[in-house]
Every structure is written in structure tokens, then in C-alpha cells.
């Protein structure tokens, strides 16, 4: 059987009331909250994070194929998934494909993945779906948008869900469209959208799905949905008689925000978190028409909860004020990334593999385990005579330095933007100068649990440089 292997999410630590946004544009709060990337993170980042949650305990070297789906991308013209899967250290003969501009990407990714694995071009399928959308300011949209991250790994063998089936349906209403150039979403007429879109596509693909695998809604545990806002999840359950409180998967709005492309397959990875043996899920996805598809969990279900942390991220957050949340969404002028004094290209290009998947260097003669990779041992000086070896990505503290000439790093409350860099001394031995993300000045400690995190370093000449950073343990 073809399906799910494994999932993984997620959730940017940042979040920022919708009552504080209320306050900024001087209009009425939505209730609740939404995650916020950081300035450092954007769709790419954040589908490495889940993408490492979700290859917890898989070894990344038995992946055949890896999807990246977006509306979001950093780059116009560039494959984001080949970075990502430099990051995730796959391997370099496999097929990497980017899926965007659309809200249906993800589910689209997941049909392709299930399409190579079903006719034997791959035995496993990595699909990661992401999305750091801006919203225009003083907008409805700035208290909706959410940004997040889901992960699935598509295969054969012992699932937790064998997919059942597909159903999709093309419909060209206006929607939300962004065009080149364009630095927020447009759309033309919601109501228009709502009626003769969403509560028409998302409505008519699952009843088409119920009826290709002969099931009946009532057989149905829960159903993970795309809605454009909270009240369209509630039309659409009315429209296919869904009962709410039983068979609606919580649709996260209160918590992080409507996250775009991610989104429905976000509410999937909660439902299978809860999910019991036989159990059948529905996810659904809206974008200029509607993906359907149908997974019925089996006994492995009970094998791997506990073991990703998916939507555990939800309550890992700090609160963000307004003008934080400015400066991270670039709605106002700020010096990061820094492009100062910073390495070229060439040398980011060369040093790919320490850099981006990250491996150190062991020592053959004295054993000592170091970082950056050099011809030349730090400890005894050997040369050429070490090993190269990939480095653990938790750790702690062993010393820090706040850099204010530099800059661009934490921001405390003050408004000096200082650089602060730590040496982690990982749980593998090795030592690591690392800049800092998500963390105030005054919570550093020596011994604090640290971990890393891929993150936007710089840009230099119009390029963005990835690496990692340290951020504490969340």
C-alpha cells in the first residue's frame, strides 16, 4: 500500500495579537493570535524545519525525491527545493521539483508524490509545503495570514495512512492572484470568491471523493479543510453536513492564523496527531479549484505519536509588538539581513556541504571533532588526515558575546540591534561559534539547552546566503 510514512510541522516561536494589529490600523480585532516568522526565517527556512521534524529517526540518505510547494518562494527563478534538500543532507541523485503559485500546491505535491511512488519511479517521497505570506498593512488579511510549515513522507511499506484516493477540480474564478513585482496579494471580490468558488469547489471534490472510495460522511473522523477565514470552514461543514464539533478538524485560526498553502495539510498532520487506528481523514485543499484526498490510518498510527513535535510548536511562543512585527514583515525600513563584511558566492558555493547540510571534521590522529572542515587539525596540526562527519544540531551554551558594532541579531527593547554570538558545544562534542535568533539579551545563560536552526544569514549582490544559527531549545 501507498501513503503516509511519516509527518512533521512547523510554527514559527513569534506570534502577535490581532487585538494589538486591531490597534495599529485602528479597526476591529478578529480575536485570538497569529505566528509571525522572524526576520531570518521565510518559506525555505521553515520547510527545512519540517522537514526535519519529519525525518526524525528516517535516515535522509533513503529519499528518492523531494517537493517543495509555496506561493511564497524567496526566489523567482531558482529551485528552492534543491536548498532545502542540501539542508536536509539527501542525497544528490534525486529528483527535486518546486510546486507554486497556487493555495492547491501542497495537495498537488502530495499527488505527485504519490504518483511516483505508486508507478515505482521512487520508493520515498519527501514533500515539504510552505508559506511566509505578507499581508497588505491595516488589511483584513494582516490579522488572517499565519506563517507555517508541514511535511510528509510519501511511501510504501508500513504507513500510518494508506491513501485511499484522489479528486481534484479546476475552476478559474478570480480568487487571489500576485503578480510579478506585486509585494502583497490581490483579490477582487470576496463574496464572489465564497460563493462561486470555495463553497462550490471544496464541497463538490468531496462529495466526488465519498463516492470514487464509497464511503459515506458519516464514516468520516475528521476533516482537515482549506478555508480562506474561520467562517468558511463552518459553510463548508454546513454545506456537506458535516457535524462541527465531532468530524471539523480545529481549523488553528485563534492560534496561529490562516497559513496559505500549508494550511489544510497542517490540520491533517493535527488530526493523524489524535488520530486512532481505521480511522478516515479527509484534507482538502481551495486555490482556482479543489484537491481531495482520502487516508484511513492503520495500527503504525499508535507507532509514532510522541515522536515529531508537529503542532507542539503551536505552544512554544513569544508575543511580538507592533513594531517588531513591522520590522520582521519589512512593512517598515531595518538593516537586516547585514551585508557587511560578509563571505561571496563562490566561497558559500564551494563550502556547500559544511554549510548546508553540516558536517565537521574528526581528527585521525587525536580525535579531536571540529568545525569549519580545514585542511589542517586546530588541536595537533595534522594535515590532510581527517574524516568528514555530520554534526548533531543540540546542544548547550559554553560562552556568548553581544557584538553592537556588527548588528543585526536580537532586538532588545531599547532599539539597539546588537549580533550576538554564542559557542555551543554540541551533544556530538564539537564546538561552534553560531549566531543568535529568537532569544532576548537578558535570557542567555552558560549551560543553556541550545539547538540549531536554518535560517536567512544575509544577502549580498542580490543573493540570499543560508546557514545555521543557535536559538534555545523549544
Known sequence: MVGILSYGAYIPMWRIERATLANASGGSSMGGERSVASWDEDSLTMAVEAGLDCLKDTDPKEIDG??????????????????????LDLRKDMYTCDVTTSLRAGTSAIKAAFDAVKTGSAKRVLVTVADCRSAMPRSTSEQIFGDGAAAFLIGEGEVIAEIEGFTYLSNAVPGTWKREGDSFPLEFQS?????????????????QLTEKCKVEVKDISKSALHAPDPRGYIDIARSLRIEPKTQLQDSLFAAIGITGTPHCLLLLVSALETAKTNEKIICSSWGEGSDAFLITTTKEIEQIKGKHKGTGYISSKRMLPYGRFADFKRIRETDWPDTRIRQSVIKYWRNEKWEQPLYGMRCNKCGTLQYPVARCCMMCGEKDNHEEVKLAKKGKVFTYCHDYLMGCGMLPADG??????????????CRMWLEMSDCYLDELAIDMPMELTFRLFHQKEGFRFYNWRARPTR
Open 66 to 87: 523531494l517537493f517543495f510547494a509555496t506561493v511564497s518562494s524567496p526566489f523567482e527563478e531558482k529551485q528552492v527545493a534543491a536548498t532545502i534538500a542540501s539542508a
Open 191 to 207: 463574496k464572489l470568491d465564497r460563493g462561486y468558488g470555495l463553497l462550490k469547489d471544496v464541497p463538490e471534490a468531496v462529495r
Open 416 to 429: 539597539i540591534n546588537p549580533c550576538t554570538r554564542v559557542i555551543v558545544t554540541l551533544e556530538d562534542g
